[in-house]
């Protein structure tokens, strides 16, 4: 399987699906973390795709998404956008509405 059949894969697999720097325990840049924790406190469950473990992941998704940096936050087979996006759709409650309009359970 080829890397995009991969990431598609991925996205189609987990209906909330962050590709990170690290892991949710262990987030490996600041960006990551600040999203793990947004994605935490909105009590969501997410997958996640550590890009420092898969060089092939992390050189081939920004063709993917269109989107060059990490993290990515994907919802429901749809880039939502990285860090900055994410937190601000947090603080305006935008977030937590999108999660509601995709039928995503959190609190």
């Known amino acids: 399987m080829d890397v995009m059949q991969r990431i598609k894969q991925q996205i189609e697999k987990h209906p909330v699906l962050l590709f990170m720097k690290g892991t949710p325990d262990f987030p490996q ?24 473990a898969d060089t092939e992941i992390r050189a081939s998704l920004p063709k993917y998404s269109n989107w060059p940096t990490f993290p990515q936050l994907f919802v429901k087979g749809e ?5 900055d996006i994410t937190v601000e759709m947090f603080e305006s409650g935008e977030l937590g509405k999108l999660f509601e309009e995709k039928g995503i359970q959190h609190t």
Not at 79 to 83: D, F
């Open 79 to 83: 880039l939502v956008g990285g860090c």
């Open 29 to 52: 840049c600041g960006f990551s973390a600040r999203t793990t924790q947004v994605l935490k406190a909105c009590g969501v469950e997410f997958g996640h795709v550590n890009v420092l």
